[in-house]
């Protein structure tokens, strides 16, 4: 299975400012995922971080509040911009293997205060 | 709107009991399911996937795949206390983009 590196693993944000993410693959990748999950909630899917293209982001989910990069293909940031007390959630990368099934890195724990 | 829906939980189970964790889904033609088991602060952990009609047995673990009632299900043997986690199903709607349940929350009791 990959290993994703995912940092940081938690912080404490500001009202108002922004927080990078990144995502680190040990191996190249195609896609890159990124999935939010809000408090006692499940997964929801964010985007998906192409290589060499624009994201392509879900509904509810807009390129000006979480701009994602993907310079090549085993990297990935999540920006999560101007942030408010309701994007406190654990943010996950994960990298699909050749069956499709997703193996996800160790989260980031975002709380804004 | 494509859904996974679990059944809601918590689920108790005394330990060494089997423990019996269901999803459905909506889109009929998803082919790739999967079961996550996440502890509480921790990331979800692939332990079970299954692509074709039936059984599938890992272990404890058994996966059901019925695609024409659109249902997929969990059973885990002889529960151990170690098996309290979230199990989170999870469908795939486009290589790799996934859909997931809400989760049921399983508690193994001593």
């Known amino acids: 299975s990959a290993v994703i590196s995912q940092k940081p693993s938690r912080d404490i944000c500001q009202r108002g400012t922004s927080l990078t993410i990144q995502c680190q693959v040990d191996?190249?990748?195609?896609?890159m995922f990124w999935y939010r999950q809000q408090p006692g909630q499940s997964l929801t899917l964010i985007a998906t971080?192409?290589?060499?293209?624009?994201?392509?982001?879900e509904s509810g989910f807009v390129i000006d509040k979480f701009p994602i990069s993907r310079p090549n293909l085993t990297f990935s940031t999540l920006t999560v911009s101007n942030m408010s007390p309701e994007d406190s959630s654990i943010y996950l990368c994960?990298?699909?293997?050749?069956?499709?099934?997703?193996?996800f890195g160790q989260g980031t724990r975002l709380t804004v205060v | 709107q494509k859904e996974v829906e679990q059944n809601s939980g918590p689920l108790s189970v005394p330990e060494g009991a089997i423990a019996s964790l269901n999803c459905t889904y909506s889109d009929r033609g998803s082919q790739s399911f999967f079961w996550y088991r996440q502890y509480s602060g921790k990331s979800p952990e692939l332990i079970m996937f299954?692509?074709?009609?039936g059984d599938k047995e890992d272990g404890r673990f058994t996966a059901q795949l019925n695609k024409a009632s659109q249902y997929v299900s969990l059973l885990i043997r002889d529960s151990q206390p170690s098996d309290s986690a979230t199990y989170l199903c999870a469908v795939d709607n486009q290589g790799g983009k996934l859909i997931f349940g809400q989760g049921t929350e399983l508690s193994v009791k001593p």
């Open positions: 299954i692509y074709s009609n």
């Open positions: 971080a192409n290589q060499g293209s624009e994201a392509t982001y």
């Open positions: 191996s190249q990748v195609t896609m």
């Open positions: 994960s990298v699909p293997r050749e069956n499709t099934e997703a193996f």
